[in-house]
């Protein structure tokens, strides 16, 4: 047998504080009673796994030793079964709970458990064992043997184990999966050798009868039905197959009323490319919710049906490059996180209405790591693992985070009780608390946590420092630096209170957290000779401090009511929490004291404040300013012609020294504000619409900076002129290849579009090209397709001019109508901003047979418009036909001397620099924009004013002509016309 590891048990009614590596950990017991913070339990062996909760007590393996624990006593031995433990469960048959073991010869063994010794025997052995439910005091499993194959089994409340009914007879399977409990009957998916059909079954073998005949055999490939659910006195239930020809997969989802009459699909999803599945289904307040992810790699949708074709619909895009990896059914809500090469990691919770974000990971997350994760929920809390960059190495490494549902606060369990909790693995519920362990210098530990137990009292180290400059003579504390580095060492006192006649010609400060006992209204008091100052802050952080109580001359020891500014107002403080405090003093010559008291809510004088709620501060190694951005939201969306607040929150233990907001563009930033003390708040005025990114830069006293960015987004107004789109086709074109379509030749004829799509069986052996413009209805990510027949192209421009443009996806060989999934080139990403006008072009070719070609997108809110119609469209504008209205709104290019300003030279040369002086001396960031006479942008730049000039260089691709130029800026807007030669 395999020696026990010793465990010392933590809790000691005596003595309430342990020890481990080095950190002292206020366990906060009193006699047995678990406090909320999290507490170590004991040191198990490395190897430990398989940890569940069941019964009342924590169980766990080692290999082939099986453990039970619990929140106040070491984890003892249950017994070496001499075969590894595969998994124990949490299904409890009269008082026993169950596991399964690897045999000797390959198979698997389930076994079940009391706890004790004695009572932990054999049930069964077979191939392969997993226990699925428990049913009328019977529990149900799927059993792999030799002789019957795969069939439904079940263990009684005797411990005996036998088959329930032999569905498909001999050593073929007749147990398909899927086993749920559904109007008082076991419902299951079963083969008797025609085919997967619905079976139901009362736990006996004459009560177990095919339900529904569902007949599989009529497609290709299938995977079978799966995902069986009950929902609103129906069954629901998914299958998966694929396309003979064109190798696409279908997914189907299926309802049932357990009849095969009554049993029909509800809803197709076709044409999925390599994946196309439903899964993760939950019944949440009224309907069935699940996941359905289409594509390879996989756009993931968060989805609803109320058992209608018409109420089952898309309600979020969850990732659009990845999978679906967890959710969990957290009653008043569902959580769910999946992995994403392109999006942020997000934990997210749905309440019925609104899907909301827990948490974004710092770490990418795939299915390799979902164990990382371990998103486990208990009692209105999610627990989960992630890293936390911010903290230096190891504490770097996975942290245990909890998420309040209701609250909406997450926040790293570290955090919330300085508690050094880093390497944080298997997180285990138990009932509102929870059990997980850690991984440090080579041990395992077992820790608790109740997050619902009473909060830590909350008590000082007994001291308070005072550092000490020497050789600095005078009375004035306020004229004095105390950002200096101390010259005449510290000392340290156990009340906030010093001795008298100490030295003459120094000045000192006195400073640490206090702890508060009570919650209420406290008074504070400062007595000194020479002269001091009192500072109290909001919280625990030294930034935050003001002053609240002086002396500006000198009193006798302990006299507190010399001077009115010795005693401050009253302060609301909260228990149980720290507050940062400092007393600064000033010693010219003869005595020298200071001394702080504080009255408590129930009328308790202490002058001066004992050590025990005082704590001294120490000197960490310098962090970097912590920067919370208060407004914009990330990613935020403001109408056009909008004032934007840029607000941001600094916190910095050595103080906040500077601020300052960057705009960032292409070619380089501008500062648009500074600042050396807060308020951070910026208001930016007059924005041309675009997408705009703001750095924060924060620094502290010593130097350490950090930053943080935001981007948000102005609108441009909505587009004109949408209804219809001009394709152009060229006859006698033979071949496939796009590229023989003679584009910059005059067409045969042209046909006017009311949608992004043409006919099928045009003609055989032509060319086409659709072009215009495209009008963005809101802003985000779009998600362009293209499908046709033979080949196409799909190009998009950044702008509304055609030189800009970018091939984002192509159909290489040939597709059906509105086959959108046939190849991953088919679909391309692109960011566009609400009312933007972008030019976009469609290349196709055919040479025989069928033909066709169609462009759609997804929008943002993940609506489908395939194909994109007419109300977004804009036809091309032709720049020969437009000479004349250039001429006929000259005048509108021209402005007074007073708001134009110069361009020099004009006219330019393409590809060279020009300089623009603006009308007045203007400073920071111009936006400056080229149009052609038609009005399409060639050009268009975020730069720099030095002095009232920007330098700009011409695009090479720039034609000779005529050209507005606009620039614009905070102060306002300005044009004038260029010529280009």
Known sequence: MKQQLQATPIFNCVNARGMYNGLYIFLLMICGTVYSQPAMVATISSGSENFVYVSGSLYYSDNTN???GSATSAPTLVTNTGESIIRIYDFVLGGNFFFTTKTGSGGERLWRSDGTAANTVQVTAATQITPLLVYNSQLFLRVNSSATGVELWKVDGAYNASIVKDINPGSASGFSGSLITHDGLLYFFGNAGAGTDLWKSNGTTAGTVLSADLDDTEVYNSSGFGGLTSYND??????????????????ELWKSDGTTAGTSVLVTYPNGGFYNYLRNFHVFQGKLYFFHGIGDPAYVWFSVTDGTAEGTKHLELVTIDGDLLQSVDAESYILYYSHSQSFTNPIRKFDGTTTTTVHEFSMYHSASTLDMVDLTYTEGRAFFLDYVDEYPWPQSASQLFQADLATGVTRPVQEIYNTSLYNAYNITAANGSIFFTREVSGETTLWYYDPSGSPPSCEGTGNILQEIWVNAPGSDVRAFDFTTTPTGGTRSFTSFETTQYYANNYASRMRGTICVPQSGLYTFWISSDDQSELYLSTDPYEENKRLIAWVYGYTQFRNYDKYPSQKSAQIYLEADRKYYIEARHKEANGNDFVSVGWQLPDGTMQRPIPGNRLSAVTTPPNQAPTIAIISPQQDQTFPPSSSVTIEAGVHDPDGVANVVFTHVYTNGGATIANFTAPPYVFQWNNLAPGTYQVRVTARDNWGKESTKDVFFTIQNEACAGTGTIVREIWRNIPGTSVSSIPVNSPPSNTVTLTSLATPNYYANDYGSR??????????????????????????????????????????NGATRVNQWGKYMSQAGDVDLIQGGRYYIEVLHKEANGADHVEVGWDLPDGTMERPIPGNRLIPFEDPSTSAAWFAGVEEVFSADEETTFTVYPNPAVSGKQIALRLPFATEGAVDVDIKSITGVSVQRELLSSAGGEVLIDLKPSIATGMYLIRVANEKGNWSTKLQVK
């Open 66 to 68: 099986l453990y039970k």
């Open 234 to 251: 129906t069954l629901y239930f998914t299958r998966n197959y694929e396309d003979p020809y064109w190798g696409e997969r279908t997914a």
């Open 770 to 811: 659709i072009r215009g413009y495209v009008c963005a209805p809101a802003t985000g990510l779009y998600t362009f397709w293209i499908s046709g027949d033979d080949n196409s192209e799909l190009w998009l421009s950044t702008d509304d001019n055609p030189a800009n443009k970018r091939l984002i996806a192509y159909v």
